[in-house]
Nanobody
Framework: VQLVESGGGLVQPGGSLRLSCAAS????????MSWYRQAPGKEGELVAT????????QYADSVKGRFTISSDNVKNTVYLQMNSLKPEDTAVYYC???????WGQGTQVTVSS
């Protein structure tokens, strides 16, 4: 099982980024997938979760209405579309497959002017 994130970077407040998490070794359509983030000096936060089979999504209150989690079961990839980004969204974002307790390597998102 392997998860590889991409798409992080530096963006100005109010901007957008799309993170990708390419999964291998298992079938995404039968899995629950999550995005977490870890900011310096803060506890880790569960940002969003999707049950790929049913398309059910859940979000942290801090990102509701701004972030969207989705999955492409053909590409076996999970996405996190992040809009209206704020400086407090700055963190390392990790993709997580709870069924296999598997984490990606993380991708840095920095929101700054």
């Amino acid at each position: 099982v392997q998860l590889v994130e991409s798409g992080g970077g530096l963006v100005q407040p109010g901007g957008s980024l799309r993170l990708s998490c390419a999964a291998s070794g298992f079938t995404l359509s039968r899995s629950i997938m999550s995005w977490y983030r870890q900011a310096p000096g803060k506890e880790g936060e569960l940002v969003a979760t999707i049950t790929s089979a049913g398309g059910i999504t859940q979000y942290a209150d801090s990102v509701k209405g701004r972030f969207t989690i989705s999955s492409d079961n053909v590409k076996n990839t999970v996405y996190l579309q992040m809009n209206s980004l704020k400086p407090e969204d700055t963190a390392v974002y990790y993709c997580f497959a709870p069924r296999w307790n598997s984490w990606g390597q993380g991708t840095q998102v920095t929101v700054s002017s």
